[in-house]
């Protein structure tokens, strides 16, 4: 998963969340699809946060200013 970027995970994530909503899937296939997408989710999560740190270092109109994503 390291080496996935974050629009291979998000297609990925989407990908099992259509499978967990077609109820096509056995319950072991099923926990195991659920597990997966947590992991890709704190991947898209961590990676998310990364960005944010790095866009928050941007200099606009000269000065340094924070940048916040709201919830």
């Avoid at 947590?38 to 944010?52: A, G, I, R, T």
């Amino acid at each position: 998963m390291e080496n996935m970027t974050f629009e291979q995970a998000m297609t990925r994530l989407e990908d099992i969340v259509k499978k967990l909503e077609d109820h096509t899937v056995s319950l072991d296939d099923s926990v195991a699809l659920f597990q997966e997408g947590v992991q890709l989710s704190k991947f898209c999560s961590d990676k998310l946060s990364s960005v944010e740190e790095k866009v928050s270092q941007i200099m606009i109109d000269g000065e340094l200013k924070e940048f916040k994503i709201e919830d």
